[in-house]
């Protein structure tokens, strides 16, 4: 079974155990206060060079990464776990572990009611700075710097993904102020 099979709440559990044990690892080793936040991160290996996710977690190791794309399965779009992991924070908040329970529970409640949206508008850009945003307003947060990190490799050209079985994103623009959707 994999973890999308699972019930909301079995995944959200199994999920948070993932990142609290990784998270404590990490807080006795490096002596950091929080390694909680959420962030939308731009593309990383071989995803198209304007993709977004949404994320949440440490950004220097175990984090939950969500974003919109579309597949023959799901001609109209569908959430799904991003795997390409390590691209360029976007935009950033701290939050406290709590705070990641929440936005994940969020992200899990609200998979199905965003996923078979009509492509046209929605785009993985739109979701997950939608995401990004509903997240801020939830939580009571306010954007703060990123912190830094390295960026996995890209290749210069990107490798046509499983489009029959597995979503892929493709992105547009829009006019206007803020970042391009």
Same mark, same amino acid.
């Given at each position: &079974?994999?973890?999308?099979? &699972?019930?909301?709440?079995?995944? &959200?559990?199994?999920?948070?155990?993932?990142?609290? %044990?990784?998270?404590?690892?990490?807080?006795?080793?490096?002596?950091?206060?929080?390694?909680?936040?959420?962030?939308?991160? $731009?593309?990383?290996?071989?995803?198209?060079?304007?993709? %977004?996710? #949404?994320? #949440?977690?440490?950004?220097?190791?175990?984090?939950?990464?969500?974003?919109?794309? &579309?597949?023959?399965?799901?001609?109209?779009?569908?959430?799904?776990?991003?795997?390409?992991?390590? $691209?360029?924070?976007?935009?950033?908040?701290?939050?406290?572990?709590? %705070?990641?329970? #929440?936005?994940?529970?969020? #992200?899990?409640?609200?998979?199905?009611?965003?996923?078979?949206?009509?492509?046209?508008?929605?785009?993985?850009?739109?979701?997950?700075?939608?995401?990004?945003?509903?997240?801020?307003?939830?939580?009571?947060?306010?954007?703060?710097?990123?912190?830094?990190?390295?960026?996995?490799?890209?290749?210069?050209?990107?490798?046509?993904?499983?489009?029959?079985?597995?979503?892929?994103?493709?992105?547009?623009?829009?006019?206007?102020?803020?970042?391009?959707?």
């Amino acid at each position: &079974m994999t973890s999308r099979d &699972m019930p909301h709440q079995e995944r &959200m559990d199994t999920v948070w155990r993932e990142i609290s %044990q990784s998270q404590a690892v990490e807080l006795a080793g490096l002596g950091r206060a929080s390694l909680a936040d959420a962030w939308i991160e $731009g593309p990383s290996g071989r995803e198209p060079f304007a993709h %977004q996710s #949404i994320n #949440i977690g440490d950004p220097h190791g175990s984090y939950e990464s969500f974003s919109f794309g &579309m597949s023959i399965r799901h001609p109209l779009g569908v959430v799904y776990e991003d795997t390409s992991r390590g $691209g360029r924070i976007e935009a950033y908040f701290k939050s406290t572990p709590e %705070q990641d329970r #929440i936005a994940l529970q969020h #992200i899990f409640d609200s998979e199905k009611s965003d996923s078979g949206k009509f492509y046209g508008p929605n785009t993985c850009r739109t979701y997950s700075q939608d995401k990004f945003d509903e997240l801020k307003a939830r939580l009571g947060v306010e954007p703060s710097t990123p912190p830094g990190r390295l960026q996995a490799s890209r290749p210069w050209w990107r490798v046509p993904v499983d489009f029959v079985t597995k979503p892929f994103s493709t992105t547009t623009s829009s006019s206007g102020s803020g970042p391009s959707r």
